[in-house]
């Protein structure tokens, strides 16, 4: 997406913030997805998730529900073949949508991969990422997230995110409603075609995240978000930042020891 847009000011120097970079996934042509144990449709009781798993459709963690899943898994998804049109899906692509808890439990040497099992095509994105709800509750941690159409949706949701890499995924982030007040920490969002959205009065707290190299803006954040900035990096994007608040200034989202690279915008009232 195009935004016409005014030139607003900044470039902040810093030293730079430290993210975690888990070591690359296996490809999924090195395993016999088809063999795996499969999972979709809606978690009936509370279950965990180890070893090499294939989120085969869409799957719906209800209220009530618990789905973990242990460090080192690796959670292979089937892209989807069909658009759907029944109201519980939120997507045509295949997704994890998450209304009780998901905790990922990666760590540093185990990080949790999210792969597609098979490659997209003409770079369409492989599945929906990770969808939590309206009071949805969780921790993802360590996670490698890839080629999704967004990394993770928050709709007036807060889970934790943190220690986690987003990458090929068309939004890295987005975050929506007031309910939206996570703490995203130590992330990396980038290669995608943008970086973090912010819509409806969101207000989460980022902090040491790494928004880097994505195809259009780092930060896009609309008129009546207020996103907490605190030692991010946002660099080497084709915009920086995209508010669309006419009265747009730094200071009101409190960007503090950001590194923001490349050019910085503002557009006067636009809407997308």
Request: hydrophobic share 40%; glycine share 10%; proline share 5%.
């Amino acid at each position: 997406m195009r935004f016409v847009c005014l030139i607003f000011a900044v470039v902040f120097f810093s030293i730079g913030v430290g993210c975690s970079s888990p070591k690359s996934p296996p490809a999924p042509q090195e395993v016999q997805w088809r063999n795996l144990s499969s999972y979709y449709g809606y978690l009936q009781e509370d279950t965990v998730w180890q070893g090499k798993v294939l989120l085969d459709d869409d799957l719906i963690v209800p209220s009530g529900r618990t789905l973990t899943i242990r460090a080192g898994t690796v959670v292979f998804i089937r892209p989807s073949r069909s658009t759907k049109i029944e109201p519980e899906w939120l997507s045509s692509h295949t997704e994890l949508q998450v209304r009780g808890t998901l905790r990922v439990e990666g760590t540093r040497s185990k990080p949790v991969y999210f792969l597609p099992a098979e490659e997209p095509v003409n770079g369409d994105a492989a599945w929906s990422g990770l969808l939590f709800d309206r009071g949805a509750q969780g921790h993802v941690s360590h996670a490698v997230i890839s080629a999704a159409e967004a990394g993770v949706t928050l709709t007036d949701a807060s889970p934790i995110i943190e220690d986690s890499r987003f990458e090929r995924c068309r939004y890295g982030a987005v975050f929506q409603g007031e309910g939206s007040r996570s703490l995203v920490r130590g992330n990396r969002f980038e290669q995608g075609e943008s970086g973090l959205f912010f819509w409806w009065g969101a207000r989460p707290r980022l902090e040491d995240n790494v928004i880097a190299s994505n195809e259009e803006e780092g930060l896009f954040i609309d008129e009546t978000s207020a996103p907490e900035f605190r030692g991010n990096q946002v660099w080497n994007n084709g915009i920086g930042v995209v508010s669309i608040r006419s009265d747009f200034a730094a200071e009101e989202i409190e960007l503090e020891g950001n590194v923001i690279s490349h050019r910085v915008f503002s557009t006067p009232g636009e809407h997308l």
